[in-house]
């Protein structure tokens, strides 16, 4: 077992307190867009069967009722397995769709080599006039949500909510953000800018570099 992996800590989700609780490691860590004094582990709620489901179960309750169909779910980040089971979820809760083929598609946006999400052509018809769901694993200070946004806007596809496992913003260009976890379910979860962090101003070295998918130790 890594050093890291050692000291994970599991909470709860205080909203959802049943719900498989979320692994945090306390540390100095650096994403692409800020430095974080927690890497929110997710490897197992995106792999395991029995997590990927019940995160799909909390999150369809979101949308089940919703008087908007949804017609496509955008799988960033590796949530392809929930986002599977989150279009079961909405169809099995009587969720209308009305699309002409009846049905709820469930993609993943390629990415250039700087990081813009973009479809192939066979792929644009899914999205084009559709609604749709942005599924994210984490979202820390809410970049890469717009980036989704935008490439959305750009295809034309009408975003009609964003959900995540793990987020520390609440709305995003008035697009709700509906979450299962949230930083007040991790005491003292904060993220900070390289300029501001109290960690590097100590000289405290960066322990490893994270995303979604995991970390790379330096």
Known sequence: MSTLESRIIKYPSRKYSKMVPLKA?????????????YYIDLTTIKSRLSEAS?????????????????????????????????AQELKNAGHSIRNKHQTIYVINPERTANSQLFFREN?????????????????????????????????????????????AVKHMDDVPVNTIFTSDDIPGYASYDGHSCPYCQKKIPVEAMVNSFGYSKL
């Open 25 to 37: 490691i306390p540390g100095h860590f650096v994403t692409n867009h800020s430095h974080i004094n």
């Open 54 to 86: 019940q995160c799909a179960h909390i999150l369809a309750q979101q949308y089940a009722d919703s008087p908007i169909p949804i017609d496509t779910i955008v799988c960033l980040d590796g949530t392809d397995v929930i986002g599977t089971f989150l």
């Open 123 to 167: 792929v644009e018809p899914m999205v084009r006039g559709k609604n749709v769901i942005l599924l994210m694993a984490s979202v820390t200070t809410g970049i890469s949500i717009r980036r989704g946004i935008e490439c959305m806007g750009y295809y034309g596809g009408l975003i009609r909510g964003v959900a995540t496992i793990f987020s």
